[in-house]
């Protein structure tokens, strides 16, 4: 199963806030992506955040089709919980109020894989 990981620019010294924001906000209202007919595409497995100093990010596991998952993101009230909150300790001011703005951002932050592997591919005998 594939990771993708999104990078936030944030103010330092404000790691116990924006743990307390995500710890906070409300769950996804669905992990599964669908496309304009209703038919799956993909779906979300898990997520972790972790911060460091002036950096957040987010890990997205899936399955699936990648490219609607930013647009399904956009449509989830815990997203805009989480955006809504977390603009004041952002590094940089960014437009995520409507889909387009959503998804470039989405796309701009997103680290470039360089390796990924799991037990699945590396399947040792017990």
Known sequence: MPYAMITFRVKPGHEEELTALFGDSPPLESPVVTDDDGEETARLLGTGVFVKDDVLVRLIHYQGDFAGIARHLASQRHVHT????????LA???DTGTSE????????????CVTQSSSETHATPL
């Open 82 to 89: 989480i955006e809504k909150g977390i603009v004041p300790f």
């Open 92 to 94: 940089d001011a960014r």
């Open 101 to 112: 703005g959503f998804a470039a951002f989405f796309r701009d932050a997103m680290m470039r």
